[in-house]
């Protein structure tokens, strides 16, 4: 196993154990990575999203991100492919109003089936 297929799998693994742990109705472990003292608002913020080099997961991240901060402009968007090309990395700049706002996006994308991790 390459390192980038081990850090989908652990990053799968934390997804999978968030996702029984809500279920569970248990607090999440993470919590919010980010606190006020660290981040001004307004703010540009990059957010990262890998997921396959297909439609759903780019349709997805795009919605999700889309969602909670407005229309993406072209030029706010960075798309990478792997380097054996089956995944795909989007990095979104958007303008951050709140900690909550980020945290909802990250949430969501968390949840969503076709985001394998999300940065």
Known sequence: MDGFTAFLTASGMQKFRAKQDA???KPSKCGSLMTDDLLEFPSEFPIKMM???QPEFRAAAMAIVERHA???EEDAIRVAA???GNFLSITVTIT???REQLDD???DLTD???IL???
Do not use: F, M, P, Q
């Open 23 to 25: 279920r569970a109705g």
């Open 51 to 53: 997921g396959r080099d």
């Open 70 to 72: 407005g229309k993406v």
């Open 82 to 84: 792997s380097s054996n």
């Open 96 to 98: 951050a109003t709140s």
């Open 105 to 107: 996006i990250y949430r």
């Open 112 to 114: 969503d089936e076709h």
């Open 117 to 119: 991790v999300a940065l």
